[in-house]
Nanobody, 126 residues
């Protein structure tokens, strides 16, 4: 399984970005997906997650009301729409995948995920 994250970049505070994560190698539709972020010297933090059916989602408190996770199983892609960005959102964002049998399971802990993408850098200027 390979995950390819994209969509990062430089944006001003208050702006928006949409991250994408393309999954290849196995049946995407049975993977729970998550987004995490990391800044230098800190642990990787949970941002958002979605079940393989898309029927369940979860968000970190910092992401609620501003970020939206979604998926298109036909395109093997999960998205993270980020609005009202703040300088503290600056980080490398990683997507992660975990094979699942339960269509509603979501996970917020990094060690629950088996596969990781390479990360995409988001920089929010003040």
């Amino acid at each position: 399984v390979q995950l390819q994250a994209s969509g990062g970049g430089l944006v001003q505070a208050g702006g928006s970005l949409r991250l994408s994560c393309l999954v290849s190698g196995r049946t995407f539709g049975t993977y729970a997906m998550g987004w995490f972020r990391q800044t230098p010297g800190k642990e990787r933090d949970f941002v958002a997650a979605i079940s393989w059916s898309g029927g369940s989602t979860a968000y970190a408190e910092s992401a609620k009301g501003r970020f939206t996770i979604s998926r298109d199983n036909a395109k093997n892609t999960v998205y993270l729409q980020m609005n009202s960005l703040k300088p503290e959102d600056t980080a490398v964002y990683y997507c992660a995948a975990d094979p699942q049998t339960n269509p509603l399971h979501v996970y917020s802990r990094s060690h629950d995920y088996d596969y990781w993408g390479q990360g995409t850098l988001v920089t929010v200027s003040s």
